[in-house]
């Protein structure tokens, strides 16, 4: 009982004190209330100043650089020495925090080889916008890309056919919007990606002779290859050219035209044309019931006559082994 009443004793001399406190603090306030005005309002502006040029930017970055860049499919069409018309199907996962609710400008991005020093991007390409979520589909379509380096896109092909796997980087800066706040980001990316791996794989799945006189191109050989494709990419390579030996013995020379490779196993139609010196050991290999194996090595690759530098200087350097099915 005493102790309460203590309490309360106390309880009303503050409350009783109090209102003089409020008085002088309220007459204080109201004379002095753009001071308190100004404090609130630069307080307020610090704390945006540090969220727009410090928070924002660090953490906007660091869970940009979480994404990973997913290729479901990369065509390329239209070849020419110094342009292509490329097609991007994509997504980007692994956005979270302000990744996943923020959105990105179109930006333009370009690739070059992670390891060439210095980088050397060999393309260009215009990305749209992109809103954060867990699974942001990044898609473009028959988009016309000049070649920024043909020696890096040349690098860039060669490394396409004759490796199992490379690594691709991808760069790009734009505008990261997080609500109504906006700050610059850096977009890298290195992506992993299959590559044919030497066209490992390719056979001659059947053939047959031709009358040499009654084709135009002279060919006496004609069939179709499979071409296996284990990578995303889809290629319009035009005419491909090759040379073909048997044993170290040239053979002659083949076409395989309008070469528009698809991702799979696929076949192709060639043409070839057999030096008459080199038929009766060809035929006799083929009768031999060995397994034949030509060695075919890329001559060149045009489309309407038009010589494609950077993709034909990849497939010379590639010297494939190419076996002829055996006829059940
Ligand atoms: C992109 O790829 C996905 C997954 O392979 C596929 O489902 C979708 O249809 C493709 N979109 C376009 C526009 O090609
Ligand atoms: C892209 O371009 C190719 C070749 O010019 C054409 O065949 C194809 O229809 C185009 N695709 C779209 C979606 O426009
Ligand atoms: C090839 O075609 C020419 C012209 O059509 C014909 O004269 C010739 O007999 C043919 N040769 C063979 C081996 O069929
Ligand atoms: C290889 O290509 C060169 C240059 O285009 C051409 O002159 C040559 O005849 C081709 N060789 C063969 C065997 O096709
Ligand atoms: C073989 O090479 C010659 C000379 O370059 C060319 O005229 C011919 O079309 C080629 N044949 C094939 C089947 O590629
Ligand atoms: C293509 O063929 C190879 C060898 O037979 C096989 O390992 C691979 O799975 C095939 N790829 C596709 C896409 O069918
Ligand atoms: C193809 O063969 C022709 C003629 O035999 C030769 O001049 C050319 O250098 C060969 N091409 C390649 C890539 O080996």
């Avoid at 060439?116 to 390409?125: D, T």
């Avoid at 040379?243 to 196993?265: A, D, E, F, K, Y």
Wanted: net charge neutral.
């Amino acid at each position: 009982m005493n102790s309460s009443t203590a309490k309360n004793g106390e309880a009303r001399e503050y409350i009783e004190s109090t209102p003089k406190r409020q008085g002088k603090v309220g007459r204080h306030c109201r004379r002095f209330w753009w001071v308190w005005l100004i404090a609130f309002c630069l307080s307020i502006l610090v704390i945006m100043i540090v969220i727009v040029y410090a928070i924002l930017p660090a953490v906007g970055q660091k869970e940009l650089d979480k994404t990973v860049l997913n290729l479901h499919s990369f065509t390329i069409l239209e070849p020419s020495p110094t342009s292509l018309l490329l097609s991007v199907n994509s997504t980007i996962t692994g956005a979270s925090g302000i990744a996943a609710h923020s959105r990105l400008e179109p930006m333009e991005v370009s690739f070059f080889l992670e390891n060439h020093k210095p980088i050397q991007p060999f393309m260009s390409l215009q990305l749209p916008g992109i809103k954060g979520g867990s699974a942001v589909p990044v898609i473009t379509t028959n988009v016309t890309t000049e070649i920024t380096s043909v020696p890096g896109l040349t690098e860039f092909s060669a490394l396409l056919l004759g490796s199992e796997t490379l690594r691709v980087a991808i760069r790009g800066r734009t505008t990261l919007w997080a609500g109504k706040l906006h700050t610059k980001v850096n977009y890298n990316e290195v992506v992993t990606i299959k590559g044919f791996n030497q066209l490992e794989g390719m056979e001659i799945e059947e053939y047959t002779l031709l009358n040499q006189t009654q084709q135009a191109d002279g060919s006496n050989l004609g069939g179709k290859v499979l071409i296996p494709n284990p990578t995303v990419f889809e290629i319009q390579m035009g005419d491909v050219h090759i040379n073909m030996s048997l044993n170290g013995q040239t053979l002659g020379n083949g076409t395989i035209p309008g070469l528009h490779i698809r991702p799979g196993n696929n076949t192709y139609d060639f043409r070839a044309k057999v030096q008459t010196s080199a038929l009766i050991p060809l035929a006799t290999a083929l009768g031999s019931g060995n397994p034949v194996v030509l060695d075919v090595r890329g001559n060149g690759t045009d489309i309407n006559g038009v010589s494609i530098p950077w993709l034909a200087g990849p497939l010379s350097a590639l010297n494939v082994k190419v076996p002829i099915k055996a006829r059940e």
